[in-house]
């Protein structure tokens, strides 16, 4: 398909396309980083002048992307299965409004860190309580769909905060 499409991957909009019509099936990843970018410029330079702006902004556009995410597994019946990862790669795996979750968690922090001028102290009890959920979270991400088959809705709230989380 590169012969045909590949002006979308020059402008970076490939990944807003079906899998069918992609040229490098791969760099779909890269056209939702470069997305991101621009937005995340654009939200860091609101929040130069009215950060509540971009804070409220932020957080409107994280809840949307999972909210959107639950309503598109739920409106395809989406069971996650580990023997079917990408059946629905157009619909759930690839857009950009469904992995701008992570992107916008890194932009906080990074903000946060920035904002504090990395002044934070954290006791050792609690940076061990957040490395013991972060692996717990993890472990249940990756592993819990061997054990258990999830429902429907159950589906959709682990596709919606399953890569945020």
Known sequence: NCHKYWWRNALYINSLYPRKEMCMLWSWYLANDTQFYVLGTILLLISSRFFRVATVGLFLLLISSSVTTALISLSYDHI?????????????????????????????TGWFVHRTKCTLRISKAIVFIGWFVSLSTLFALVYGLYWFELSITSSAIYVSLGHTA
């Open 80 to 108: 996650v299965s580990v023997s079917t990862p990408f059946i629905l790669f157009d619909e759930l795996y690839d857009k950009p409004w469904l992995r701008l979750g992570p992107y916008l968690v890194g932009l906080m």
